[in-house]
T-cell receptor, first 106, second 112 residues
Framework: GEDVEQSLFLSVREGDSSVINCTYTDSSSTYLYWYKQEPGAGLQLLTYIFSNMDMKQDQRLTVLLNKKDKHLSLRIADTQTGDSAIYFC??????FGAGTRLTVKP | EAGVTQSPTHLIKTRGQQATLRCSPI?????VYWYQQALGLGLQFLLW???????NRGNFPPRFSGRQFPNYSSELNVNALELEDSALYLC???????????FGPGTRLTVT
């Protein structure tokens, strides 16, 4: 099984905030990534965070990193139907979580 | 700039056969990664090639192999196919010194 853990499903209403959580294992991982996979497409890098940061904000995306607990989260503000996809977190050595399927209901 | 391309898009094989999947990285990228995305199992790292050499491999049996050509394109070969090899195989390329991987659309392999 994966060393990086994510919940498999998340459903939110359009306009709400989405929070996708991830627990990783490699405390030495200097970069942590969030990828988005839409149906029929490859993975697209959404954002990444350096391990010496606690938070990174990029428009509607906010990444929070808790190194003590090895916990990473991705918050999507004002979630839109176009945000419906599978979101993967990954460590520097490219160990991926199983992916969280985000469904946005109108 | 053209992205990562993979061929074929779909591949149907029977158990025991061999499958060959191809990947062309973004121009100038020297590293190619292969991943298997099986239903319900998430993304699993398979192989990493850089400058024509295999640099690392994931926890897969030896019947999963590949190579990287002088133009940095890559092939993934799966021998003695088993039903559980049915999955989406993704290729990603990476530029030297960069931390971002760019993924191709994948090849869906179905083993019957």
């Amino acid at each position: 099984g994966e060393d990086v853990e994510q919940s498999l499903f998340l459903s939110v209403r359009e306009g709400d905030s989405s929070v996708i959580n991830c627990t990783y294992t490699d405390s030495s991982s200097t970069y942590l990534y969030w990828y988005k996979q839409e149906p029929g497409a490859g993975l697209q890098l959404l954002t990444y965070i350096f391990s010496n940061m606690d938070m990174k904000q990029d428009q509607r995306l906010t990444v929070l990193l808790n190194k003590k607990d090895k916990h990473l989260s991705l918050r999507i503000a004002d979630t839109q139907t176009g945000d419906s996809a599978i979101y993967f977190c990954a460590e520097l050595d490219m160990r991926f979580g199983a992916g969280t399927r985000l469904t946005v209901k109108p | 700039e053209a992205g990562v391309t993979q061929s074929p898009t779909h591949l149907i094989k029977t158990r025991g056969q061999q499958a060959t999947l191809r990947c062309s990285p973004i121009s100038g990228h020297t590293s190619v990664y292969w991943y298997q995305q099986a239903l319900g199992l998430g993304l699993q790292f398979l192989l990493w090639y850089d400058e024509g050499e295999e640099r690392n491999r994931g926890n897969f049996p030896p019947r999963f192999s590949g190579r990287q050509f002088p133009n940095y394109s890559s092939e993934l070969n799966v021998n003695a196919l088993e039903l559980e090899d049915s999955a989406l195989y993704l290729c990603a390329s990476q530029n030297r010194g960069d931390y971002e991987q760019y993924f191709g659309p994948g090849t869906r392999l179905t083993v019957t």
